[in-house]
């Protein structure tokens, strides 16, 4: 089974903030960082259970994937075959939001 990949309004809002933080050091790292961090989420449509079970959340759908120092939280949505990326943080645990979805 292949899922689709989603991101909500809150992961993607706080992909931005990261990109804008790291393109303050040096620009093409930003582009990097995307880059490469979106070829690692691509992997999790062939096996979405690749990673950890959420230390944030009592849901064994819900999981944890560490980046380069980052934690990208997503949800595995088994019904309409879907990974829905929730958040990524670095240190600060962020807020987590309803889910409203983009296509990947």
């Known amino acids: 089974m292949i899922f689709d990949i989603v ?3 809150q992961f993607t809002q706080e992909l931005k ?3 804008s933080f790291i ?7 930003a582009y990097s960082f995307i880059k490469t961090l979106k ?13 950890r079970k959420s230390k944030y959340f009592d849901n064994d759908n819900v999981r944890d994937m560490v980046f380069r120092g980052y934690t990208i939280v997503y949800e595995v949505d088994k019904i309409n075959q879907q990974i ?3 958040s ?5 645990l962020p807020d987590f939001e309803e889910k ?3 296509k990947f």
């Open 7 to 9: 991101e909500s309004n």
């Open 17 to 19: 903030a990261i990109a």
């Open 23 to 29: 393109c303050c050091d040096v620009s093409t790292s």
């Open 100 to 102: 409203n979805e983009k």
């Open 39 to 51: 070829k690692t989420i691509i992997l999790l449509k062939n096996n979405p259970y690749l990673y």
């Open 88 to 92: 990524i943080f670095n240190k600060n």
């Open 84 to 86: 829905i990326l929730l």
